[in-house]
């Protein structure tokens, strides 16, 4: 599987073609890969916790997150109708001596940890399962995938490949490096964790140590490590639900290609309907099963169903 | 345990001296009940899952929501930034025919299912733990007590006290319906489950399928039925992690009290530490539990966490 | 100038045909009927300043406002991200005794008192001066004729029109009240002033008066007095440069046609190129000018220039 | 007049009882220096229109704006609620061929060309006119000295004092030049202009021509010329109605004591009352003025009304 760097177009293509999930789950399909996620599955995902303990994925959504203005995405803006301060002086009108503190946010809804809608990608002017993007996706949002009707689904059987243990002796691959279908299949290996059809999969590179390190720098759209675009192939057949990364954008950066933006979402999104997720905390997570060994937990990753949304800030525990 | 009508603020203190938790985890804790769900309460919950099947606890989020504009409350605002129509016009300036949508959105914190933070509500200038409100929640959040610290707990042993189907044949308690301890506890019986500490117990009043029958009407801060005031100490004495119910605001309005507003609230918040939720949608688990006869399952319902929030919406979800 | 009340798709085609000013300034125009409002007619307009008293002709912007949530349009929120609260408590971390308030607003453009741009209303996918309407306001905002556009221009000579006052004994027109052409001149006649080439008339209906006496009620988007779709031909003779209105939507509602939605809107503003105003609040210009029998004034109602915006929220100074 | 570098407190202490205008215009006044602007001064600024000729003194507000994050000031985000891409592809749902586009902005009302607000400072805990700043600017804004009291006060006589041009070769003061009470006479003198009581005074540093060239940088709070402490005499001696820069912070920065922040800000706003203008741009309008030497004009610059803001987005025109 090699492409030719100065034709994305045609790797898309051909790539598109050949991993295509259109019409694997009817016309009406809202789900893409979600599909997978069976009762049975999320039964064996329960099965999976042992301790107890649960894991936040999320990074944390403030003004010191990593936004740095690319396509009007700021970091959250919260701000407070009411304070314990007004409470404390007496001046907000309330009987008995109650006060109250009420806040507002304001965000883009993924700039921080997330899902990608089915409607966040489009492949020449087509959305999920063939449907034509222009009509699909409007000002109004999205009118047909928006990201309500995976609310009740994002939980089951969650699979941690920490590649950057796996592959590096600092625990973390440097920027640019593409993970390939080989570096996925020996981590499982190295990890003693299998990857069955329906799991939700995340992917630590590391990156997320590093910029908590280093600062921010460009994680926000510069060079990061990810998935290479020749895990297409993988990410079809595997036959997963979801997959997601400690990085930016999920594929390496800078892409594989001379000129080229995100190939890989290009693929997998509009054309598998995979679930893709982004910006997660895997640090604690990757810790811990470093320790114990174990790489697989129940994880639940819900959407805030915002009614035709193309993605949704998320809080995604995984219990072991 | 009866009160004064006209002496909300001897009740209030009343039964915050009785059911204070304050110093019982320590001057440092910030978690109140939430220190009740242990790994093992979570283990116990993973264990109730036993087909596999999801429920969403969300009420959508989008601009048909039951806001007013009280305390500057609006429904939440979706927007784009790249749409479908966009991409398919071919103004987006990508290579290779990738299209992409992208959207922000503007809201309170406490517009639609929601968790409300420690630092939400105050008793006479103090929060949670017997705080100072004033220095505690500023302008900048709640510096102390931010939801961001409950982030990796709120998952759990579920158990939803249908109220609404054991009291009322029509299966809706009226509006200002207030329900008491033996309501809570006839409930249980009557639905052959028991709570426990450490529980995340659901209430279903059955006004959420009143008002989608018939309009919001005053559903944000209008008569409802909810939780009476002397609940506080069954609330106390069940040792349970935290509460939700499916109304605006969890105890009965009008208050029971001839000038009061939200009293059970400045009990249970800043006194006894307890997590409460609000406008949840137990309408799909109600009739799942009705028919199967097993009101206990898994409950995750992680807080977004956004840096020194009072609030945050939720997308719980039970597992059963 | 009859018009098919069942057709109302051939009365807007035959006015646009009829009022159309496309090419009128050349196809690279991006200020409409504002070219009208010359250098010397702000001279004019700076000339009739005699007492030196001004006048604000906004409304407020706040949430005790008309918006009903329509179209996503809401009242608008302020809120702190310092308060004098917190200076106070001395916990803003700043030196010598200084502290500081700051605040943000969430907005719809349209709110309160506001222009119309260029790029709010289209006319079968066509924009001002013919423009294909797709590509002109994108998700991006409008790109070619963004209110920022007429940042310098608009302030000239204003003329109130009090149509309220002259035509109505109570001086406020009823709601559904379609004002013609005829009562426009007999409104100029009565008052004493004279309709320029330039001009930006201002018409009072006096629904503001009513609303601030009885309820918003429907203000935003219900019945409401306002211009004929007769006046079409009025407003392209008459040469003016802007005009503005104390309702919510400058035309009158209901639409004098059985199923239409702003058709005067739809000749004026993508074919004519005229500056709508709406929501002004015309009530202390109004008594004034009652008082001294002057109804002309310097107006400076300048937008603010938010890049690619439809419209614009103002404060209009009207200086006598 | 020269200060302890090593002491700011005393030096404001000093200034601040120097130059207060507490109870000048008794104890309800809610417009500080604005009072000097009298129906007179507008008269006389009205008959300084001799060409007609419009410049508007914004900056634009989008996401090119110099913000970086700071107490949480993000660059304005404009996003669109309807577009035309949407209408011309009929998904609007109205009749007659009508399309429509809307849109909404969330900004900080002090992230471009703005006002100061006269609950924007305080100085030890103290707001305008001696107020208390604690129960003046709470979360629910500015509850005494909003922005909308000035609403129809800020059109008047405007005078341009092009320091940058009358000091410096190249027209640009460097950053960290601290512009003294002698600069502003010696430039008013070398440009032939006067100032006079209830003027609105505009001082060009340059530095706005030079970010433009050079990049934002640190702009938003970095170094940058502005007036030097010692001109508070001065300020309050002329007895101006205003005073605004081209600079973010209006005074020299880095300020001219070893730790100090914003000192000049804390004497001239809460204690003089002082209306501060900040981010203006001035180039072309000081191409102008260097042009025809003719330093005076009409200003309008009318706040937005947000109620209880404490500061507020301007679009000021000069028209000469």
């Not at 009406?28 to 069976?38: A, K, P, Q, Y």
């Not at 916790?49 to 970091?75: E, K």
């Not at 999104?269 to 982004?278: A, K, R």
């Amino acid at each position: 599987m090699t492409y030719d760097r100065l034709d994305p177009e045609s790797a898309v293509a051909e790539a598109a073609t050949s991993f295509s999930n259109w019409g694997r789950w009817g016309a009406d399909d809202r789900l893409g890969t979600l599909n997978f996620l069976t009762e049975a599955k999320r039964l064996q995902g329960a099965a999976l916790v042992r301790r107890g303990v649960s894991f936040s994925l999320a990074q944390s959504f403030d003004m010191n997150g990593p936004q740095r203005g690319w396509r009007r995405r700021t970091n959250p803006v919260h701000t407070m109708l009411d304070t314990g301060s007004d409470a404390a002086l007496g001046t907000q009108g309330m009987p008995h001596g109650i006060g109250g503190a009420d806040d507002v946010v304001a965000m883009p809804l993924q700039c921080s940890t997330q899902w990608d809608g089915l409607g966040h990608i489009f492949d020449h002017g087509k959305a999920w399962n063939g449907r034509d993007a222009a009509t699909t996706v409007t000002s109004d949002g999205d009118l047909v995938t928006g990201i309500e009707h995976m609310a009740a689904h994002v939980a089951g059987r969650g699979v941690l490949l920490d590649v950057g243990r796996a592959i590096s002796p600092s625990g973390e691959l440097s920027d640019g490096f593409a993970i390939t279908a080989e570096h996925l299949d020996e981590t499982a290996r190295a990890q003693g964790v299998q990857v069955e059809r329906g799991d939700i999969v995340l992917v630590r590179t590391g990156q997320l140590a590093r910029v908590r390190r280093d600062g921010w720098g460009e994680y926000a759209g510069g060079p990061a490590p990810g998935l290479s675009f020749t895990t297409a192939g993988w990410l079809h057949a595997s036959e997963i639900a979801a997959i997601a990364t400690d990085t930016w954008g999920f594929e390496v950066r800078p892409n594989e290609f001379e000129a080229a933006f995100q190939p890989l979402h290009q693929v997998v999104i509009p054309n598998m309907g995979l679930l893709v997720g982004e910006m997660w905390d895997l640090e604690a997570l990757g810790e811990d099963c470093a320790e114990d060994g174990v790489y697989e937990f129940f994880l639940a990753a819900p959407p805030l169903p915002i009614t035709g949304a193309v993605g949704s800030p998320i809080n995604p525990l995984a219990v072991k």
